[in-house]
C-alpha cells in the first residue's frame, strides 16, 4: 500500500485552476436544440380543411332510365303491333302544374303522374295487353322536359317494358 | 397524450402531444381535396327531373359518354333554349356535337350516351339532341334522373 502523500498547491496554482475550470465552463460547446414552431402549419391546414369542406359539393344522387330513339316525320324506327298504348302530354299553361294527360281510346284522364301509373296497370290487365304492350309517349313541344321524365317514369312504375317516345 | 410534468419549483404543467392531431387533419384534408375532385369530373351541377316514385338506378355504364343539356337563359328557362355539351367541355352546336359523337362511336362501337338535361328545358331540346343522336345511329339512349334517395 502506497503512502498516500497530499500534495499542496500554492495560492497561485489554485487560482489557475479555477481559471481553467471557469473557462472550459464558458466555451463548453453549446448543444443548439432545433426548435420547430407548429402553430402556423396548424393553422393554415385548419384554414385548408375548411376551405376545402366549404367548396365541396357533393353530387346528388342520380340514376339512368332507359329508352329508345323517337321516331321522327313518319319515319318509323320501331315496328309497332296493331294497339300500342299511346300517352299524350299536353302544356296548357306557362306553370309547371299546367299539363293535360290523355290516353288515346282510353277513357280515362289522370291529373298526376301518380295516377297515370295506375291508368297504366289497369289497362295491362285487360284482354289484349300485358306487359309487353308498347308504351308511345307523345308530348308537346313545349311541355317540360320534367313532365315528360315523369311520364317515362310513370310506365316504369306499372312495369311496362316496352316504352319508346313518339312524334306528331 | 397529455402528461404531466413537474418543474424545478415543484409546480406540474401540461404537456400536449399534438402529432397525432396533425395526423388526422392531413388525413381529412387529403380525403375531402380528392374527393372534391372526383365528383366534378364530368356530371356539371344540372337540375334534374326528380319523378315521383323515381324508377331510377344507379348503375355503371362503361364506355359511356354524358351530354348535358343547359338552359340557355336562367331567366325563361323553358323557351330560351338550350346549350349542348359533352361532359365539362364547352357547349357545342347541335350538328358540330353529332359529329363528335359519331367519330366517337366508330372508334368504340359499344358507347352508350347518357343525357343530363336540365328539368325546366322544353321538349323540343332534349328531342332535338335525340334526333340527332338517332341520325348517327345511336339507338341505346339513357336519361338521368333523380332517384328515390337523391329527392
Same mark, same amino acid.
Given at each position: 500500500?502506497? @503512502? ?9 496554482? $489554485? ?20 426548435? +420547430?414552431?407548429? @402553430?402556423?402549419?396548424? %393553422?393554415?391546414?385548419? $384554414?385548408? +380543411?375548411? !376551405? ?24 318509323? &324506327? ?25 290516353? %288515346?281510346?282510353?277513357?280515362? !284522364? ?9 291508368? $297504366? ?6 284482354? &289484349? ?10 308530348? %308537346? ?14 310506365? $316504369? ?12 | ?5 413537474? *418543474? ?6 401540461? =404537456? ?6 396533425? =395526423? ?7 380525403? /375531402? ?13 344540372? *337540375? ?50 353529332? *359529329? ?12 352508350? /350516351? ?10 323540343? *331540346? ?26
Amino acid at each position: 500500500m502506497r @503512502a498516500h502523500t497530499a500534495r499542496r498547491f500554492t495560492t497561485e496554482q $489554485l487560482a489557475q485552476g479555477v481559471q481553467r475550470i471557469r473557462h472550459r465552463r464558458k466555451h463548453k460547446p453549446h448543444r443548439s436544440a432545433i426548435r +420547430l414552431n407548429i @402553430a402556423p402549419m396548424i %393553422d393554415m391546414t385548419f $384554414l385548408l +380543411l375548411v !376551405f376545402f369542406l366549404v367548396t365541396t359539393r357533393f353530387a346528388r344522387s342520380e340514376g339512368m332510365l332507359s329508352s329508345k330513339m323517337p321516331q321522327d316525320r313518319g319515319q318509323v &324506327g320501331v315496328p309497332l303491333p296493331i294497339s300500342p298504348i299511346v300517352v299524350r302530354i299536353k302544356q296548357v299553361g306557362e306553370g309547371v302544374d299546367d299539363f293535360a294527360i290523355t290516353l %288515346d281510346n282510353v277513357d280515362a !284522364f289522370p291529373a298526376t303522374f301518380t295516377q297515370l301509373a295506375q291508368v $297504366l296497370s289497369e289497362i295491362q290487365s285487360r284482354p &289484349g295487353f300485358d306487359k309487353e304492350t308498347p308504351v308511345v309517349i307523345i308530348p %308537346d313541344e313545349d311541355v317540360w322536359w320534367d313532365h315528360v321524365v315523369n311520364a317515362w317514369n310513370a310506365a $316504369l312504375r306499372a312495369e311496362c317494358r316496352n316504352i319508346a317516345f313518339g312524334a306528331e | 397524450m397529455r402528461t404531466l410534468r413537474h *418543474d424545478r419549483h415543484g409546480g406540474s404543467s401540461l =404537456d400536449f402531444n399534438a402529432t397525432p392531431l396533425i =395526423d388526422v387533419i392531413f388525413t381529412l384534408t387529403i380525403f /375531402v381535396m380528392l374527393v372534391s375532385t372526383f365528383s366534378s369530373m364530368e356530371n356539371m351541377p344540372v *337540375d334534374l327531373p326528380s319523378p315521383e316514385g323515381s324508377q331510377a338506378k344507379e348503375h355503371d355504364v362503361p364506355d359511356r359518354v354524358v351530354i348535358n343539356c343547359l338552359p340557355v337563359s336562367q331567366l325563361s328557362k323553358r323557351t330560351g333554349g338550350a346549350r349542348y355539351s359533352i361532359g365539362p367541355n364547352a357547349p357545342e352546336a347541335l350538328d358540330v356535337l353529332g *359529329d363528335r359523337l359519331a367519330a366517337m362511336k366508330e372508334q368504340n362501337a359499344a358507347m352508350q /350516351v347518357v343525357i343530363r338535361a336540365d328539368k325546366h328545358l322544353a321538349y323540343s *331540346d332534349v328531342r332535338a339532341l335525340m334526333n340527332v343522336l338517332a341520325e348517327r345511329q345511336i339507338a341505346v339512349l339513357n336519361v338521368a334522373a333523380r332517384t328515390r334517395d337523391g329527392e
